[in-house]
């Protein structure tokens, strides 16, 4: 659950239409099979598939906004990949 309430609140949502707002708010109910479902994917080394798919964005950084080389891609995650990642890194950071 600290995994879940430590993701920035933000109400931009992608294709499965569940914003970090939403997923905050319903952290109670969906602890657990969530939990369930990243221990069974970190076990079995299968990372869920829909769970792969990112937009890319490119971002400007600074200087020229005509020089290719100042922008950098971004990538945006859906939420539930965004859990997954945290939890696959604490799993991790515990093992060392």
């Known amino acids: 659950m600290s995994t879940i309430k430590s993701l920035k609140t933000k109400n931009y949502h992608w294709y499965d239409e569940i914003s970090t707002e939403l997923l905050k708010i319903s952290a109670t109910y969906i602890c657990s099979p969530l939990t ?3 221990s069974k994917s970190i ?10 798919f990112s937009i890319i964005k490119v971002t400007h950084m600074k200087g020229d906004r005509m020089n290719p080389t100042n922008y950098r891609p971004m990538s945006l995650l859906n939420s539930f990949s965004k859990v ?4 696959s890194y604490v799993r991790l950071i515990e093992c060392f």
């Open 36 to 38: 369930y479902i990243c």
């Open 43 to 52: 076990l079995s080394e299968i990372y869920p598939d829909r769970l792969k």
């Open 84 to 87: 997954f990642e945290k939890a």
